[in-house]
């Protein structure tokens, strides 16, 4: 049974998938040889958290997620890509 989500649910969970959908954008920029293994890591970061139903756990992980995710974004700007 799927229980119903409330506005909160909703909206953390856009989120979480608009952090999804830019680190794949961000893992295209990566240099050929690298592509297919940051997209599995990025991958196996959100399988690894699918299941957590905790609200404040998940807006940690998200801005965790966003803090890594600028991360890899200003290497890949330093090397040229």
Not at 25 to 43: D, G, M, N
Not at 57 to 77: A, N, T
Request: proline content about 2%; glycine content about 4%; overall charge positive.
């Amino acid at each position: 049974m799927v229980l119903p989500f409330d506005l909160q649910d909703f909206l953390l969970r856009a989120r979480v998938l608009n952090l999804y959908r830019q680190a794949l954008r961000t893992a295209q920029r990566a240099p050929v040889h690298a592509k297919a293994e940051l997209r599995q890591t990025i991958r196996q970061e959100m399988e690894k958290n699918r299941n957590c139903n905790d609200k404040q756990r998940i807006r940690f992980l998200i801005s965790e997620g966003l803090e890594r995710l600028k991360g890899l974004d200003e290497m890949l700007d330093m090397q040229g890509h």
